[in-house]
């Protein structure tokens, strides 16, 4: 069974950092894609960062490339959200996804959410 236990959301003021960990139980880590999304009050689930099982090629969403940097531990299994410069908007609830199809792509994961694997979230809320 699949798990996926993030941490290390919270409370944090505009221009501030905070570093989101996933840690990743029941699937051979080192072999999936993983990735982030948030979801905003009232808004839909959307994608921010992703990094692909071979290489640790990283690709992020327009709104948090250069600030955000996604990396991953495949000893420790675990799966890292560094946030810099926060602003307001990035408030939401973050994810942690794996794949559930073994060396996919990166490109197949995030257009396909439904098939994920799924952490329970943690809040960031950023104040202005």
């Known amino acids: 069974q699949v798990q996926l236990v993030e941490s290390g959301g919270g409370l944090v003021q505009v221009g501030a950092s905070l570093s989101l960990s996933c840690a990743a139980s029941?699937?051979?880590?080192?072999?999936?894609?993983m990735a982030w999304f948030r979801q905003a009050p009232g808004q839909e689930r959307e994608w921010v960062a992703a990094?692909?099982?071979?290489?640790?090629?990283?690709y992020y969403s327009d709104s948090v490339r250069g600030r955000f940097t996604i990396s991953r531990d495949d000893v420790k299994n675990t799966l890292t959200l560094q946030m810099d410069s926060l602003k307001s908007e990035d408030t939401a609830v973050y994810y942690c996804?794996?794949?559930?199809?073994?060396?996919?792509?990166?490109?197949?994961?995030?257009?396909?959410?439904?098939?994920?694997?799924w952490g329970q979230g943690t809040q960031v809320y950023v104040s202005s």
């Open positions: 029941g699937l051979a880590f080192s072999r999936y894609a």
């Open positions: 990094i692909s099982w071979r290489n640790g090629i990283t």
């Open positions: 996804a794996s794949d559930s199809t073994s060396r996919g792509t990166v490109r197949n994961m995030v257009r396909s959410p439904s098939t994920l694997y």
